[in-house]
């Protein structure tokens, strides 16, 4: 089993920025974890795709809604993966979810191709 942890959230102003990030512990090898990424649900929203990293830090790719203010890393380690986000606007607000596959894709998009979640951090974005 594999267990996520998330950190770096928090009310932050309009125009700022963040680093979120996101420790694996449990089966952390490199046949337990594949691809990373970060999704975030806002209230009264469905959760969405915000960045997602591949195992080998290769392919990565970026919601619309972030890309050019985004920009998602993986650890040397590969147990590990950080999102930093600047230009931060009231829409951003949301719980950021880490997840990590358990079996290798070119690249996950959907929350569907994650097996490991984390608990998620609260990040607000004051205007």
């Known amino acids: 089993q594999v267990h996520l942890v998330e950190s770096g959230g928090g009310l932050v102003q309009a125009g700022g920025s963040l680093r979120l990030s996101c420790v694996a512990s449990?089966?952390?090898?490199?046949?337990?974890?594949?691809?990373m990424g970060w999704f975030r649900q806002a209230p009264g929203k469905e959760r969405e795709f915000v960045a997602a990293?591949?195992?080998?830090?290769?392919?990565?790719e970026y919601a619309d809604s972030v890309r050019g203010r985004a920009t998602i890393s993986r650890e040397n380690t590969r147990a590990g993966v950080h999102l930093e986000m600047n230009s931060l606007e009231p829409e951003d607000t949301a719980v950021y979810y880490c997840?990590?596959?358990?079996?290798?894709?070119?690249?996950?998009?959907?929350?569907?191709?994650?097996?490991?979640w984390g608990q998620g951090t609260q990040v607000t974005v004051s205007s």
């Open positions: 997840a990590a596959q358990g079996r290798h894709t070119i690249i996950g998009l959907d929350a569907s191709e994650y097996d490991y």
């Open positions: 449990g089966r952390t090898s490199s046949s337990s974890v594949y691809g």
């Open positions: 990293i591949s195992w080998s830090s290769v392919n990565i």
